[in-house]
Structure formats: C-alpha cells, structure tokens
Nanobody, 122 residues
Framework: EVHLVESGGGLVQAGGSLRLSCAAS????????IGWFRQAPGKEREGISC???????YYDDSVKERFTISSDNAKNTVYLQMTSLQPEDTAVYFC????????????????WGQGTQVTVSS
C-alpha cells in the first residue's frame, strides 16, 4: 500500500522560510517522480516541483530560484526547502508520486499525501 505523509507546514511571515517533508513508502522509487503540488482557495492544483531517482529536478517558474527539492533515498523522504516566501505562496501543499514518464500535472498523479497548510502573512 502506498503512503505519502507530509509534515512541516505552518504560518510564516513574508520573506521567511519553511521546509516540507514527505515520507514515502509502498512503491518502487525508480518508477516514479516524487514531488509537490499546491492548491490555493479557488485555484487549480498546480505542480511546483518534483525529483526523479537519478536526481533530476523540475521546478515551476513560480518557485524557481526560491524553492529547492531534495531527497534522502535511505529514508525514502523528499524535502522542499522554501525560501523568500510570499503571501501568494499560501496554499495547501500536497506530496505526490506519479509515473516518471509523464508530465508533472495533477491528472497524471495516482498517489497523494493528505496535504499540509502553508500560510504566509504579509
């Protein structure tokens, strides 16, 4: 059974930082990309970053240069270090796993975590 468990969300002031963690289990990491989506109220869920088993990473333009994704393969855990946070980054952040051959879009994702709230105050 697949499990994706997020932690690390919270409230932070604009300009601050947070680190999200996602502990993954129940599937072959080599076959999947693991990463993060976010969804703000009234908006579509957007894929912001993912990492592949060979270390290749993807970032949406909205978070490039501010967020860094990494993985600890020994712990089967993926991290998202978020810096220079802004109020527009406020959203529920979801850990996700999708087949590595597909684009990082929510409609390709079969496995989701429960989500963690990130709120950035101005």
């Amino acid at each position: 059974e697949v499990h994706l468990v997020e932690s690390g969300g919270g409230l932070v002031q604009a300009g601050g930082s947070l680190r999200l963690s996602c502990a993954a289990s129940g599937f072959r990491f080599d076959d999947y990309a693991i990463g993060w989506f976010r969804q703000a109220p009234g908006k579509e869920r957007e894929g912001i970053s993912c990492i592949y088993s060979d270390g290749t990473t993807y970032y949406d333009d909205s978070v490039k240069e501010r967020f860094t994704i990494s993985s600890d393969n020994a712990k089967n855990t993926v991290y998202l270090q978020m810096t220079s946070l802004q109020p527009e980054d406020t959203a529920v952040y979801f850990c996700a796993a999708a087949p590595r051959t597909l684009a990082w879009k929510y409609w390709f994702v079969p496995y989701w975590g429960q989500g963690t709230q990130v709120t950035v105050s101005s």
